[in-house]
């Protein structure tokens, strides 16, 4: 039976999140983005460069770029995911491990993109920015799939679609839009990458759960209903609703 989940998770959360932190955070950045006159200094400093911080090692970029959004919708948009698919995945995983999803679909899908610039052939795609959080939130998507594949997600509130099947489709379209992308603002391969990171960074988490527990599973499977704060309808589905939410750089 598939596992049904209130709007946004559970207005029976804990105050204090890692989701909730990391959408303060990005909202945060983004007003100083605004404050910086959204210059292209402030983006190339703290966005994600292929050629410096791979090639002249600004390390941080690999973490400050998901911060990083290239206006209102593209803010929104991110956050809404991150908030739907995170609030209840952080609740079965715990912060620790929440975190180690987040940051590894991120940078990772930040490195793909960068060496894919790097080896292109001509063109200035080494230098330019790329900005936004959706790598490190395709992986916790990809990462609620994992756990919940069989979760209903009603997206933008009156399609009904099973989280495997959505991150099927958004994995097919990114890497087939990324292998034939000419020119595009849209970093597809950095998406898509993020996807298969989550996929993999989820199937480890689980595997060392499943074989570091001696609880019997039908407790793991309560405490992980409780952690997530799942609840029922009176048709024993979860539901998720999602909302929709150029200036040379990648998002």
Known sequence: MPIVFTR??????????????????????????LFSGNSREFNTLFGFVPEAAIQRQHLWQFVSYMFLHGGFFH???????????????????????????????GIGSALVHGLIAIHSTGGNAPTIPMIGASGAVMGVAAGFARVFPNAVIHLFGFIPVRAWTLILVYAVFELMTGLNQRISPIAHMAHFSGIIIGLGVMSVIMLFRVHGSSRP?????????????????DQGR???DLEQGDDGLWR
């Open 238 to 240: 979860t539901v998720i």
């Open 8 to 33: 946004y998770g559970s207005p029976a959360r804990q105050v204090s999140s890692l989701t909730g932190s990391l959408i303060i955070a990005a909202v945060s950045a983004w007003l100083l983005q």
């Open 75 to 105: 803010l929104l948009f991110n956050m809404v995911a991150l908030h739907a698919f995170g609030r209840p995945l952080e609740g079965t995983l715990g912060k620790t491990r929440f975190g180690i999803l987040f940051f590894l679909s």
């Open 217 to 233: 599973a039908s407790h793991r499977k309560t405490a992980r209903e409780d952690g997530a704060k799942v609840r029922k309808d």
